[in-house]
């Protein structure tokens, strides 16, 4: 059977809000935590190897890039909590407005970036 | 209960409980990422993390799947493609999660 249902119109064509920002932005950093979480998992996996084998995850970790991949990661996963909670608090019903959508758009990337500070200092045990 | 409303439930329900899961597990690898091994198989084979990131992993592929599959229904025109890969996204979202699961109660001090 012919499925008729409408598919959403290409990126391209949208006037861009900041709700359709922080809309593509989540489902662009919902794609990325999945990716990074079964990487994690690949990661658990390499412990069965032993001490030895884990020297080479380590230093990569220990490295510039490791350390600048782990704060993204962080970024990411801030970024798409904070979007869910906006999403959750507008199935209850509320900030429906076009103002109040905007401000909490902003307000999903403001605070994922505070968040991603917040949580690199809280991890490594600077507050 | 119709079938999208039921997906739309679960996708909530799963949203719900994994905000704090993903803050958890976040702050929990930010401090362990470029430690050694035995203190990052220490967090794994110790409750409660042992108990809950097998608890983040599970809704963490849930969820997951049930957005990818959003995705597809809104870009993926073709019926046959979309089909195949929704399978092949609820093999992966099992399989993967499962084998981590397994990896992490095997691990000892």
Known sequence: MENNNPLSPHIQIYKWHISSLVSIVTRITGIINIIVITLICFWFASLLLGESSYEIIKLFFQSFLGKFITIGITWSFSFQALSEIRHLIMDLGYGFELKTTNVTGMMVIIFSFIFTILIYLLGRQFI | ?109
């Open chain 2, 1 to 109: 209960m119709r079938p999208v409303t039921k997906k739309w439930l679960f996708l909530k329900i799963s949203s719900f409980i994994l905000i704090p899961l993903m803050f958890w597990f976040v702050i929990n690898f930010v401090s362990l990422y470029d430690k050694n091994y035995q203190e990052i198989v220490k967090f794994l084979a110790t409750q409660p993390s042992k108990f809950l990131v097998s608890l983040f992993l599970i809704f963490a592929y849930f969820f997951s799947t049930l957005s990818i599959s959003e995705v597809f229904e809104d870009y993926i025109h073709d019926e046959k493609i979309k089909n195949v890969a929704n399978k092949g996204l609820n093999i992966f979202a099992i399989l993967i999660p499962l084998i981590a699961i397994i990896v992490i109660f095997n691990l000892s001090l």
